[in-house]
């Protein structure tokens, strides 16, 4: 069982990224999937979740109009669309799975996590 992210990197303020998560292992449509991010000297913080089938989603307030998470099932793959990039977001972006197919924005209900993508926003 493992997650794999990507697509982190070094961007402007305004700018846009596209964060990734492949997942290896087990029934990926099972699951309900999560991003998290933890900026140094930070606690982890809750930035997006989607259900099962991509129906339900949810955002941290910090990240609701700016941000989109969805899913791919057919390619076991999760994306979080960042959009208005400010330096506030500066942070390692984790995706997490849930082996439940309900989303929840509590980082302890969820089983998985993969290895993080450094995003840093420049002023």
């Known amino acids: 069982v493992q997650l794999q992210a990507s697509g982190g990197g070094l961007v402007q303020a305004g700018g846009s990224l596209r964060l990734s998560c492949a997942a290896s292992?087990?029934?990926?449509?099972?699951?309900?999937m999560g991003w998290f991010r933890q900026a140094p000297g930070e606690e982890r913080e809750f930035v997006a979740a989607?259900?099962?089938?991509?129906?339900?989603?949810a955002y941290g307030d910090s990240v609701k109009g700016r941000f989109t998470i969805s899913r791919d099932n057919a390619k076991n793959t999760v994306y979080l669309q960042m959009n208005s990039l400010k330096p506030e977001d500066t942070a390692v972006y984790y995706c997490a799975r849930r082996f439940r197919k309900i989303l929840s924005s509590w980082s302890r209900e969820y089983d998985d996590w993969g290895q993080g993508t450094q995003v840093t926003v420049s002023s």
């Open positions: 292992g087990g029934t990926f449509s099972n699951y309900a």
């Open positions: 989607i259900s099962w089938s991509g129906g339900t989603t």
